[in-house]
């Protein structure tokens, strides 16, 4: 069947009557492509099969898991929940479960981890939040209050993490405007009997100047402590703080790390110039007039200066340096030369927390 367009009508709607219940097929299928498309309405969705609701559902138990199993801070993961109804039926929610229930059947309690309505699971990227801590969530069916699921959610910290102190690159110049071009020159006459000569175009402005770039700003001075945890010979507590702003981590080095990045930003571009507009041609006549000049194109801005690298000065306590070769440093200036090397003190540093 051709499903193209015949004056913005589906050409399918325009042989209704001839096929009848194949039309309405192709036509429910059009909506379904619409609304995915278009993102679409969980209502509608449910209106035409493609999703469920538990509302109106027999449901006996609901169980849960999390897709990744456990968290990093600072990462999330989807929920993963199967209802059961009463007849052993098992209904599996949208996404990581690749089933049709869905995250608006059900309410969530959660501590520690926070969950949002599509069943996103988040860890905060504050270690201090969870350490020593078990996220959990609690999961209730909406129409079924009785039926809940309990949740924890086991914590890791053997990530790559990312402490940034880095200067924040340069803005590019913006262009300059093109010239306007010249007017044609009026017409003279090329009669013989009574010649008159063609005017003058007029000459075409000069382009605008580029804006230079601007400034990529240095990378911060950084300190940063590395201790063990206490209690613990394999989690590193670490704190990094600039002027600006501090940032916790804890870190398992047996697959963990953590890289500080204190690296100038780069200058921004400049502007390209805006080109010169064309001069009017010479009006014809006898002679033809001359051709206006073209204008002249501006200068292209100059690029903004890369930021400097920034300087780190690391204090690790002495039972944490045999794991020094977790931690990596980056401070390099905007243009890629390297910084001043870090400074590493080895004296002792107490609990960071």
Same mark, same amino acid.
């Given at each position: 069947?051709?499903?193209?367009?015949?004056?913005?009508?589906?050409?399918?709607?325009?042989?209704?009557?001839?096929?009848?219940?194949?039309?309405?097929?192709?036509?429910?299928?059009?909506?379904?492509?619409?609304?995915?498309?278009?993102?679409?309405?969980?209502?509608?969705?449910?209106?035409?099969?493609?999703?469920?609701?538990?509302?109106?559902?027999?449901?006996?138990?609901?169980?849960?898991?999390?897709?990744?199993?456990?968290?990093?801070?600072?990462?999330?993961?989807?929920?993963?929940?199967?209802?059961?109804?009463?007849?052993?039926?098992?209904?599996?929610?949208?996404?990581?479960?690749?089933?049709?229930?869905?995250?608006?059947?059900?309410?969530?309690?959660?501590?520690?981890?926070?969950?949002?309505?599509?069943?996103?699971?988040?860890?905060?990227?504050?270690?201090?939040?969870?350490?020593?801590?078990?996220?959990?969530?609690?999961?209730?069916?909406?129409?079924?209050?009785?039926?809940?699921?309990?949740?924890?959610?086991?914590?890791?910290?053997?990530?790559?993490?990312?402490?940034?102190?880095?200067?924040?690159?340069?803005?590019?110049?913006?262009?300059?405007?093109?010239?306007?071009?010249?007017?044609?020159?009026?017409?003279?006459?090329?009669?013989?009997?009574?010649? /008159?000569?063609?005017?003058?175009?007029?000459?075409?402005?000069?382009?605008?100047?580029?804006?230079?770039?601007?400034?990529?700003?240095?990378?911060?001075?950084?300190?940063?402590?590395?201790?063990?945890?206490?209690?613990?010979?394999?989690?590193?507590?670490?704190?990094?703080?600039?002027?600006?702003?501090?940032?916790?981590?804890?870190?398992?080095?047996?697959?963990?790390?953590?890289?500080?990045?204190?690296?100038?930003?780069?200058?921004?571009?400049?502007?390209?110039?805006?080109?010169?507009?064309?001069?009017?041609?010479?009006?014809?006549?006898?002679?033809?007039?001359?051709?206006? /000049?073209?204008?002249?194109?501006?200068?292209?801005?100059?690029?903004?200066?890369?930021?400097?690298?920034?300087?780190?000065?690391?204090?690790?306590?002495?039972?944490?340096?045999?794991?020094?070769?977790?931690?990596?440093?980056?401070?390099?200036?905007?243009?890629?030369?390297?910084?001043?090397?870090?400074?590493?003190?080895?004296?002792?540093?107490?609990?960071?927390?």
């Amino acid at each position: 069947m051709d499903f193209g367009l015949r004056s913005g009508v589906p050409v399918c709607a325009s042989l209704y009557s001839s096929v009848g219940a194949r039309c309405r097929i192709c036509s429910a299928g059009l909506v379904a492509l619409g609304l995915s498309v278009l993102g679409g309405c969980g209502s509608i969705e449910v209106a035409l099969g493609l999703r469920t609701r538990l509302d109106k559902v027999p449901v006996a138990a609901l169980s849960a898991s999390l897709s990744p199993e456990a968290l990093n801070p600072g990462e999330s993961g989807r929920l993963v929940i199967v209802a059961t109804t009463t007849d052993g039926k098992a209904m599996a929610t949208v996404g990581a479960g690749h089933g049709r229930v869905l995250f608006d059947s059900f309410t969530f309690d959660a501590s520690v981890a926070a969950v949002n309505k599509k069943g996103v699971v988040s860890l905060s990227a504050d270690p201090r939040i969870s350490d020593g801590r078990m996220p959990h969530v609690r999961i209730s069916a909406i129409g079924h209050p009785e039926v809940v699921a309990e949740l924890d959610i086991p914590v890791r910290y053997d990530a790559a993490f990312t402490a940034h102190f880095s200067g924040r690159p340069g803005f590019n110049g913006t262009s300059g405007l093109d010239g306007l071009s010249g007017s044609d020159g009026a017409a003279g006459s090329a009669d013989l009997n009574n010649p /008159s000569a063609g005017g003058r175009g007029s000459d075409g402005t000069n382009g605008g100047d580029g804006q230079d770039g601007g400034a990529g700003e240095p990378g911060q001075t950084v300190h940063l402590w590395m201790t063990l945890k206490p209690d613990s010979h394999t989690l590193l507590q670490v704190r990094a703080a600039s002027p600006d702003h501090e940032q916790f981590f804890l870190v398992d080095p047996n697959g963990g790390s953590l890289a500080i990045d204190a690296s100038g930003g780069r200058g921004g571009s400049g502007g390209s110039g805006g080109r010169g507009g064309r001069g009017g041609s010479g009006g014809i006549g006898f002679p033809n007039g001359f051709s206006g /000049s073209d204008g002249r194109d501006g200068s292209n801005g100059r690029a903004g200066p890369d930021g400097a690298a920034g300087a780190i000065v690391v204090s690790v306590d002495p039972l944490a340096t045999q794991f020094l070769g977790r931690i990596h440093f980056a401070n390099k200036s905007g243009s890629g030369a390297a910084g001043p090397a870090p400074e590493v003190r080895i004296e002792p540093v107490p609990a960071l927390w």
